[in-house]
């Protein structure tokens, strides 16, 4: 339980500092979309998707691989709750437009993100 744990902690560790270099590079003052979160959200969804099919096809869903990378890197790397909070900011200062846009697009192409690493996972 311990081990499970610490390799979670690690690649959970990596994921945030990765989210956070792409999301000082990508979500720059001038613009009214958080490009950054955005970008990790739709990757992360993509990465858990082809993490996940990967184990699923080799039969290795309990491995530490995929404590460290799905469990870990995914979960401290995808931003769901900055998510949330930026569009609660969106909404407060009236951008119905953009938050419509910003909802959507991340729902879509998350998942379909999601689809299709474990597509891929499947043809590797």
Do not use: H
């Amino acid at each position: 339980m311990i081990k499970s744990a610490l390799l979670v902690f690690l690649g959970g560790g990596l994921g945030s500092v990765c989210r956070y270099l792409i999301s000082k590079a990508l979500n720059s003052n001038g613009t009214v979309l958080p490009w950054g979160t955005f970008t990790v959200n739709i990757l992360g969804s993509f990465l858990i998707g082809l993490f996940l099919g990967i184990a699923i096809k080799n039969n290795t869903l309990n491995s530490t691989t995929n404590l460290i990378l799905a469990t870990g890197f995914c979960g401290g790397f995808t931003t769901f709750s900055t998510f949330s909070f930026e569009n609660q900011a969106l909404l407060r200062s009236g951008d119905y437009y953009n938050f419509a846009i910003y909802v959507l697009a991340t729902l879509i192409i998350g998942i379909s993100s999601t689809f299709f690493g474990l597509f891929l996972s499947k043809i590797s």
